[in-house]
């Protein structure tokens, strides 16, 4: 059983350095049309094709991340600045769209590590499977065969044997160590797609300041809870008892009065636990609970004055902590849709790839909308913040408006 499963790592591992060999072959072609987008830039068309073509080699970078992880256990972090919250529309927003990438160092040591990434791709991909491939026919054939078989009156001479033999041990030295190849590799990636320390630096000050910034709106949402409880509920409550307790003393002398006040503390009553209700539904809303991202998304959308499309490609859950942010952002930006837009019709997407949770809301009225301190935009990119997600905003006048927010998690289950 053991060896079962030993040849099976190895197959795999065979697999694998196959497939890590092909998209090393693919990154050649890839880098000479990056640097060729990147001469372009003076001549103005450069920026247009330069952040796009940059943005697929860091979406290959990201990938042997990935790989890093699932096929060594060896971790490499995400170095990238996260995207500014700056609105993206019109030259001016793509002159700041490609700046953002730019300027990224880690955009160039992407970049930098296809130079010696591809051979060593090749080198570490195809080694393993070429020696896996050797030992697995030197074992699967008899020693007589091949030399009788395959060359008629070939002597067993001694280069022969000796020949066959490395062979052999490279064959089986490959099964053993294909694995561990993959390690090596990882390490190797690591050196130059790792952040460094003065971006591990950045990032420790970001977090520390979206840190801080959450426990401020955390305790600003707990200062409204209490001043809604003590101004709306607990005095409707305090109003219905008063209403009973003055009810029973006259509820003898002047029943009708009584029954009056009955029914005004009935009144109070149910409209303090709507009061109630709604509270909790601001804190986390049942709906959320029950049907996920995309079905409360979906009521919400029934409950606004604006005609609101909802496309969703969830295929599975992500963790409810990000689900809530995600919800209360879309919630957000359809609440600033609703207010100051003027649009005729809006519309939501959720898509979910490669890790990261995108939520898009537009809406085709007067445009203009840019985060701004205090503002509702900028709420959303401190919410975001507490969960390294970004915002982006684009709103040229006149519309159309579109709102792009990206929270990195893992689905925590799919669909069937």
Not at 30 to 55: N, Q, R
Not at 280 to 288: A, C, D, N
Not at 395 to 414: D, F, I, K, N, Y
């Amino acid at each position: 059983m053991n060896g079962e499963r030993g040849w099976r790592r190895s197959a795999r591992a065979s697999g694998r350095g196959l497939l890590l060999a092909l998209e090393s072959v693919a990154g050649i072609p890839l880098f000479l049309v990056t640097l060729f987008c990147l001469v372009i830039i003076p001549a103005g068309l450069g920026v247009l094709l330069a952040p796009e073509s940059l943005l697929v080699v860091r979406r290959r970078a990201s990938r042997q991340r990935r790989q890093a992880l699932e096929w060594s256990g060896v971790r490499i972090p995400d170095p990238y600045r996260p995207r500014p919250a700056a609105a993206t529309g019109g030259l001016r927003g793509q002159l700041r769209y490609c700046r953002w990438v730019l300027t990224d160092p880690a955009t160039w040591r992407d970049l930098l590590w296809m130079l010696p990434g591809c051979p060593a791709g090749l080198l570490f991909g195809l080694g393993p499977t070429a020696l896996t491939f050797v030992g697995c026919w030197v074992l699967g054939l008899d020693w007589g065969a091949v030399v009788y078989g395959w060359w008629p009156g070939a002597p067993p001479t001694a280069g022969f044997q000796v020949m066959y033999m490395c062979m052999l041990v490279a064959g089986l030295t490959a099964l053993a160590l294909s694995q561990r190849v993959f390690k090596v590799h990882a390490r190797i990636a690591s050196v130059l797609l790792a952040p460094t320390r003065t971006e591990m630096a950045a990032q420790v000050g970001r977090l520390t300041e979206s840190r801080s910034q959450v426990v401020d709106a955390s305790a600003a949402e707990l200062r409204r809870i209490e001043r809604d409880l003590h101004d709306g509920a607990q005095a409707r409550l305090v109003s219905v008892g008063m209403s009973i307790g003055l009810a029973e003393q006259v509820v003898r002398e002047y029943p009708d009065l009584a029954l009056s006040l009955l029914a005004e503390a009935r009144a109070a009553n149910g409209q303090a636990l709507s009061e109630l209700r709604a509270l909790v539904r601001g804190i986390h809303p049942p709906v959320l609970a029950e049907r996920g991202l995309d079905g409360a998304v979906r009521a919400l959308a029934l409950s606004l004055p604006v005609p609101v499309d909802v496309q969703a490609e969830m295929p599975g859950r992500v963790p409810a902590p990000v689900e809530a942010a995600a919800y209360f952002a879309v919630a957000e930006a359809l609440a600033n849709v609703v207010k100051h837009s003027g649009a005729p019709r809006a519309w939501v997407q959720l898509d979910y790839a490669d890790g990261r949770l995108v939520a898009i809301v537009g809406d085709n009225g007067t445009g203009g909308a840019e985060p701004r301190p205090g503002g509702g935009l900028h709420g959303i990119e401190q919410r975001l913040a507490a969960f390294d997600g970004v915002i982006a905003v684009t709103s040229p006048p006149g519309g159309p408006t579109l709102v792009t927010m990206e929270l990195p998690c893992e689905l925590s289950w799919a669909r069937t």
